[in-house]
């Protein structure tokens, strides 16, 4: 079950450091640049800026590319073998760039749900909170790579990390809320 639990986590990685840096680095211009659609909403709202976009995805591509790098030189953890992304340094960058930016479309996507739904920057939305970003980065890893990613995300890999995925959003936004650089502590 150990091993389980560090490859999923191993593989999700790149998708789980953007939304903590994007939350670090954002603000400035909104992406939706203020604008509303015919409902009278906000088409996504504050909350999601062009600088914490793009830094979520460097930070995002550049974790991957450290575990890539670890990938080619035997790295292990507990002394078990860690998931590759890819037969090569180009294939493995865009499996982590997937990962990296469908974690945000996925955390775009819902927020544009949500004001959809007349729920306000940083209401809760159970669950969808937090696998959104897991079903982005899945979404665009399939599209770039389907055979990577039914290879890697298997079954027994795919239900532990939609079990920790809650786990580790709770507590990473828990933290997030007392270091002030979130509003909500969900």
């Known amino acids: 079950m150990i091993d389980l639990i560090i490859?999923?986590?191993?593989?999700?990685?790149?998708?789980?450091?953007?939304?903590?840096?994007?939350?670090?680095?954002?603000?400035?211009?909104?992406?939706?640049g203020g604008r509303f659609l015919k409902d009278g909403r906000r088409i996504i709202g504050d909350g999601k800026t062009y600088m914490g976009f793009f830094s979520g995805i460097f930070f995002g591509v550049l974790t991957g590319s450290i575990q890539i790098w670890l990938n080619s030189?035997?790295?292990?953890?507990?002394?078990?073998?860690?998931?590759?992304f890819g037969q090569n340094y180009i294939y493995a960058l865009k499996v982590v760039f997937a990962l990296s930016c469908g974690s945000l479309l996925?955390?775009?996507?819902?927020?544009f749900f949500k004001r959809r739904m007349?729920?306000?920057r940083g209401a809760p939305f159970p669950l969808v909170d937090q696998l959104d970003f897991v079903i982005g980065s899945w979404v665009f890893v399939?599209?770039?790579s389907p055979e990577w990613f039914m290879s890697n995300f298997t079954p027994n890999v795919t239900i532990i990390v939609l079990i920790i995925t809650p786990l580790l959003h709770l507590a990473t936004n828990i933290i997030g809320y007392f270091i002030g650089v979130k509003k909500e502590p969900w």
């Open 7 to 32: 490859k999923a986590l191993w593989l999700m990685f790149p998708a789980y450091i953007p939304n903590s840096f994007a939350a670090i680095f954002g603000g400035g211009k909104p992406i939706d």
């Open 73 to 84: 030189n035997g790295f292990k953890i507990l002394g078990i073998d860690v998931p590759s």
């Open 106 to 111: 996925g955390d775009l996507f819902k927020s």
């Open 118 to 120: 007349n729920l306000k």
């Open 142 to 144: 399939y599209l770039i």
